[in-house]
């Protein structure tokens, strides 16, 4: 049995709109524009508040209820929950993130995109980071219905918000370094029907020549390093400075690499002034088989801390 790739955090990765409100929050005494949404609106943080320690409720006020419905046009229709009527959305809607010595209120998407006015957001990464982007564009296009679809610059989809002049988008790149199918050749008698060559130190094409244009960018990796994805029979193998690393690395020494060189071109190449957020590996949500195998999502309330399954 391959080994498992050992888990990234001990709990579920609040969702970014944490990141979000902290950020908004603190470019609000460089806002141009006021309105009574914004002076109406303010939350009480102390240095002891650790928004990540909490649990999640189950809240039936009105507070939980979503603020966008299926007709949303940024959703996939595989991934419209409400108009593919999903059962159980008003019990899975009705859970709220709770940290211990604070309080965390609904994010206005008005406030947000006028205290994020005449700037970018990207998204760097996997399905997950695709995943909160479309709920997050429906989100914002409460506060501006003439929101349209957006996909230059390489993007994957994204949206534009005219009001406010920002942009929102989503690169593709689920790795974050550059790979490659290659198949297999006449000197390989291993078994292997090729391999995926990894460039450990050369970011995906994707996002490389992006970065300067956004002001705020999220990067997230995770549930493609695990053997579902790349078997031994298409196994990932790692590059550097354009020669295989020697000996060759597994899996997870593979990922910490690509990081430690991610992070290293993030730091060089990306602008200082962009404010820059890493997401983490969320726990699986297929029960049954993967999401091409017949698995399904069958949880209608958060795991608990000791049902937490991570990729393998």
Same mark, same amino acid.
């Given at each position: 049995?391959?080994?498992?790739?050992?888990?990234?955090?001990p709990y579920l990765i609040l969702l970014s709109f944490l990141f979000f409100y902290l950020y908004s929050t603190s470019l609000l005494p460089h806002s141009t524009t006021t309105s009574s949404t914004i002076t109406t609106t303010t939350t009480t943080r102390t240095s002891s508040c650790n928004l990540f320690k909490g649990n999640w409720v189950l809240d039936r006020t009105k507070s939980t209820k979503p603020l966008y419905d299926e007709s949303c046009p940024f959703h996939r229709n595989a991934w419209n929950c409400f108009r593919n009527q999903r059962e159980n959305m008003g019990l899975i809607n009705s859970?709220? &993130?709770?940290?211990?010595?604070?309080?965390?209120?609904?994010?206005?998407? %008005?406030?947000?995109? %006028?205290?994020?006015?005449?700037?970018?957001?990207?998204?760097? !990464?996997? #399905?997950?980071?695709?995943?909160?982007?479309? #709920?997050?564009?429906?989100?914002?296009?409460?506060a501006d219905g003439s929101a349209k679809k957006w996909k230059r610059k390489?993007? &994957?989809? !994204?949206?534009?918000?005219p009001k406010f002049n920002v942009t929102v988008a989503y690169h593709r790149a689920v790795l974050l370094s550059k790979y490659e199918w290659q198949p297999k050749q006449p000197t390989m008698n291993d078994g292997r029907k090729g391999i995926y060559r990894v460039d450990v130190d050369i970011p995906a094409e994707d996002w490389a020549t992006i970065t300067d244009y956004y002001d705020v960018l999220l990067f997230n990796t995770g549930h493609w390093w695990g053997y579902d994805k790349f078997p031994k029979e298409t196994p990932l193998v790692f590059y550097r400075a354009g020669q295989p690393i020697l000996p060759p690395l !597994?899996?997870?020494?593979?990922?910490?690499?690509?990081?430690?060189?991610?992070? #290293?071109?993030?730091?060089?190449?990306?602008?200082?002034?962009?404010?820059?957020?890493?997401?983490?590996q969320s726990p699986r949500h297929f029960y049954g088989g993967e999401w091409n195998q017949n698995g399904s999502c069958l949880f209608n309330e958060p795991l608990k801390e000791h049902e937490q399954q991570w990729s393998e």
């Open positions: 049995m391959p080994p498992k790739l050992p888990p990234a955090l859970w709220r &993130w709770a940290p211990k010595d604070c309080e965390l209120p609904k994010i206005d998407p %008005e406030r947000f995109l %006028e205290l994020m006015r005449n700037r970018n957001i990207g998204f760097v !990464g996997d #399905s997950l980071n695709e995943n909160f982007l479309v #709920s997050f564009l429906c989100i914002l296009r409460v390489r993007a &994957w989809r !994204g949206a534009y918000f !597994g899996l997870f020494e593979g990922l910490k690499v690509v990081l430690e060189n991610m992070v #290293s071109y993030i730091e060089r190449e990306v602008p200082r002034k962009t404010l820059k957020f890493w997401r983490l």
